[in-house]
């Protein structure tokens, strides 16, 4: 194991103690703001793993070494670590490019535990920049690069972001975020590069590092999920959770090999993107294709060309796939995982009838980090998604929190060795962790062998393509423009997407309605918010439903969508 590096910063360090190994090893990080910010350790959820062989971890544990530095260490150097379309990248330049990097954010003041917003498309130099804050010690916040000044902007003021890495074709929202949260005050920029060279920006920086002896419990990541209320709300997880996925779902659910070569779509700011294209491939010593873009064709094409092997991505795309899949030839592939929406049974039975692969469904969240429920090759149930993932506990409950019997529908609470714990955000945290259990806000039932089987979400959560859009920030943004008196958003649903955004406008006394209006709307939505997040559907109406107290209501407007559908079916 590395040793602690002392770094000399005019902050005391202050040495907090292992809470759950009771091993008095002091915290590496020196800026202790997520550690203070951690929920109460009564709110968290129990973590521990079920029935899953040994998740036990040393007491200084860094989770970039392990995934990283124990591969060159163990003789892996040469291997190819990262493909891209235009090179390979072996453990030892990726080791070597996260070093550099690592340097470079020490000598820009970056001590451990303090937060670092990396920003940019699926890259060997976003991985290696990951990499490098964690060998600091310090913690990664990746951010998608679709998201607009405003998100960003909540971001760093939420996690107290001071330091950024950002590809440069990408700078443009983050310097104006900076404007409204100052407290970002060093965005680094760097460029893609498709040769072999290292580049300007690093080459004054030494390609050794000493990592930072971080605890298992030191917070490694910070991933921000957005809820329902319109707020992003941020996860924190430590260095020990990043290894316990590897070590649940893909150590046995998926089995890796180290031949394997993984793909995708997910972006890395993605925790389902993290783990399937960057943590289950370097833990199984594997390599993984790493596409800045990815549309159904291109993903095909690069299956094809890189002779992949696992495939992560969410339903939608494998919906868009089976229909170009007989163009190419994808006889690499061995494995699919699907997540981050319902997958329908229809698609599933497509993709197996073209490739002859079963899809492994899996359910997981950036409040549990990664999937744990799953299941792989026999034990799948078209259908389903399957069982609790080795490591992982999960039921389905009534109000009361008390178990339902076979086939009922209720909440699904699951609890493992990863969990949820908000920074700073009591009255999220008591409402997601009850009774030691983390309360999804999804509807299952589970059948008498013990298969859980999606019903829906138990609030307004909008999941269209795999993302998640909460009905308030569109609501919000919609307001913003001169001609909106008052607006409504519900998930509506959409056989390509599962879910697709909906908005019910009413306008302005002199404004009328007009289909050139509705594209105006739509685009302003865009340069809002990330623009996945844009309404669809737009429909102008002369008033909204409320409650007697002026709650807007929802859940008529999809009563209401509901009958439209069924009297027009
Ligand atoms: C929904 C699913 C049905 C469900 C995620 C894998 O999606 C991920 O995280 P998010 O925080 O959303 C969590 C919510 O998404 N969902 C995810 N997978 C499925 N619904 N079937 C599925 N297979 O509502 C869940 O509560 O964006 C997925 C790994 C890491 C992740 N972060």
């Not at 890395?268 to 993984?288: E, I, K, Q």
């Not at 795309?317 to 995982?337: G, H, I, T």
Request: proline letters at 6%; glycine letters at 8%; hydrophobic letters at 40%.
């Amino acid at each position: 194991m590395s040793n602690t590096r002392q770094k000399s910063s005019s902050k005391p360090a202050r040495p907090a103690l292992n809470e759950d190994t009771g091993l008095s090893v002091p915290s590496a990080h020196v800026d202790t703001f997520a550690r203070e910010h951690l929920p109460p350790k009564e709110s968290w959820p129990v973590m521990k793993g079920y029935s899953a062989g040994s998740l036990e971890y040393p007491a200084v544990l860094n989770a970039a070494v392990e995934l990283l530095d124990r591969n060159v260490e163990s003789g892996s150097g040469s291997t190819a670590c990262v493909l891209t379309d235009s090179g390979v990248w072996s453990y030892q330049r990726l080791l070597e490019f996260a070093n550099r990097f690592a340097n470079l954010l020490v000598s820009q003041g970056l001590v451990p535990g303090e937060r670092v917003l990396l920003r940019d498309t699926n890259t060997p130099m976003l991985a290696a920049c990951w990499f490098a804050v964690l060998k600091a010690g310090g913690i990664a916040v990746t951010t998608m690069p679709q998201l607009r000044t405003q998100e960003l902007a909540a971001m760093a003021l939420k996690a107290r972001i001071k330091y950024a890495l950002c590809a440069r074709e990408y700078s443009a929202e983050l310097s104006k975020a900076q404007q409204t949260a100052p407290v970002l005050e060093k965005v680094i920029l760097y460029d893609n590069l498709s040769g072999a060279d290292v580049p300007a920006l690093l080459t004054g920086h030494s390609a050794e590092f000493t990592n930072i002896a971080t605890l298992q419990d030191d917070v490694a990541l910070i991933a921000f999920s957005s809820g329902t209320t319109g707020e992003p709300k941020a996860t924190m997880h430590f260095h020990r959770d990043l290894l316990a996925v590897c070590d649940t779902f893909s150590k046995h659910i998926l089995k890796p090999q180290a031949q394997d070569i993984f793909c995708g779509s997910p972006p890395l700011a993605f925790t389902f993107g993290l783990g399937g294209l960057l943590l289950f491939p370097m833990r199984a010593g594997a390599c993984t294709l790493l596409l800045p873009k990815v549309s159904a064709e291109g993903l095909l094409q690069a299956i094809e060309r890189h002779r992949c092997t696992i495939c992560f991505t969410a339903p939608t795309l494998y919906r868009s796939m089976f229909e170009l899949a007989p163009r190419f030839n994808l006889a690499s592939l061995k494995k699919c995982v699907s997540a981050g929406e319902r997958l329908p049974l229809a698609v599933f039975e497509a993709w197996h009838k073209e490739t002859g692969l079963r899809i492994i469904d899996g359910i997981g969240s950036t409040e549990m980090l990664h999937i744990f429920i799953s299941a792989a090759g026999d034990d799948i149930r078209p259908g389903a998604t399957g069982k609790p993932v080795p490591g992982y506990e999960a039921r389905v409950v009534d109000e009361a929190g008390r178990p339902l019997t076979a086939n009922t529908v209720g909440r699904l609470v699951v609890r493992g060795p990863t969990g949820c714990r908000y920074l700073q955000a009591p009255e999220h945290q008591r409402k997601y962790v009850q009774d030691g259990w983390n309360m999804t806000g999804d509807l299952y039932r589970m059948d008498a062998d013990g298969y859980f089987w999606y019903e829906g979400r138990t609030d307004d959560l909008i999941v269209s393509a795999g993302y998640k859009i909460s009905a308030v920030e569109i609501e919000a943004a919609l307001m913003g423009h001169p001609n909106v008196a008052e607006c409504a958003v519900i998930g509506v649903p959409s056989e390509e997407r599962g879910e697709i955004v909906k908005a019910f406008v009413v306008l302005q006394g002199e404004i009328t309605a007009s289909d050139q209006l509705r594209r105006e709307l739509q685009d302003y939505v865009k340069s809002q918010i990330a623009p996945y997040k844009y309404p669809r559907a737009i429909e102008f109406v002369a008033e909204l439903p409320h409650t007697s107290t002026g709650k807007l209501q929802r859940s008529r407007l999809r009563e209401q969508e509901r009958q439209k559908r069924s009297s027009s079916a």
